[in-house]
């Protein structure tokens, strides 16, 4: 169909070029052909421009720049199997420092802690895994007491907040492990006191020596 169509416009053309030429054939052609030769020309001319197979395609500071670059590598003796496998290793360093200096950052947040009570690094490392996009920075406030002191702050999706603040609300019953000598103790409903303090008689002191013993091999019945 698209052939049919482009034969009727190339039909129509040349019904249009014969009446404007007074239907003389003759002269028809040789417009054609003329045409016909100075395209060809033109296109002679252009084909001996084009690069050939291989060749540069640039300034001639281009080539100078790409012939000295050449040199150097062939002066140079590169061993890029040894190239590759430096830049893999400069990737895994990075990878490294960046974990360390995430490690260090914990453990100063670590040390800061919640209101004076230090906290267990591993286990802040832990629980901080769900929130991979916090950023920590340190800035010196003034405590209660008028004192100046270093505190930690977290960001989150742009939000800010000390990190006092984030973790009484995102890691509040992480607490009790978080923070430092912290013991989980279970309270019995209705036993809000203190245990009593137990002092040691004297059966207990001689049982805690046969225990020892025992323990040493020291001791037999």
Do not use: C, W
């Amino acid at each position: 169909m698209a052939e049919e169509n482009t034969n009727t416009g190339a039909a129509e053309a040349y019904q249009s070029l014969l009446a404007k030429h007074n239907n003389d054939a003759n002269a028809v052609s040789l417009k054609l052909f003329g045409e016909n030769y100075d395209l060809r020309a033109k296109n002679r001319e252009l084909a001996q421009k084009l690069p050939k197979d291989g060749a540069f395609i640039g300034t001639p500071d281009d080539k100078r720049e790409l012939d000295e670059y050449r040199q150097f590598l062939a002066e140079s003796k590169l061993d890029f199997k040894q190239i590759k496998e430096t830049v893999g290793k400069v990737s895994e360093l990075e990878t490294k420092n960046r974990e360390l200096s995430q490690m260090e950052t914990l453990r100063a947040v670590a040390d800061i802690g919640i209101e004076g009570r230090k906290l267990k690094v591993s286990v802040l490392q832990k629980e901080l895994r769900e929130f991979p996009e916090a950023q920590f920075n340190f800035k010196n406030i003034k405590g209660a007491d008028g004192k100046e002191l270093k505190a930690a702050f977290i960001t989150i999706d742009g939000k800010e907040s000390s990190f006092t603040e984030f973790a009484n609300e995102k890691l509040a019953d992480y607490l009790p492990a978080l923070l430092q000598g912290e013991a989980a103790q279970q309270t019995k409903p209705g036993n809000m006191h203190d245990p009593k303090p137990h002092t040691a008689t004297k059966e207990d002191i001689v049982k805690g020596e046969v225990a020892a013993q025992m323990a040493t091999g020291r001791y037999s019945l």
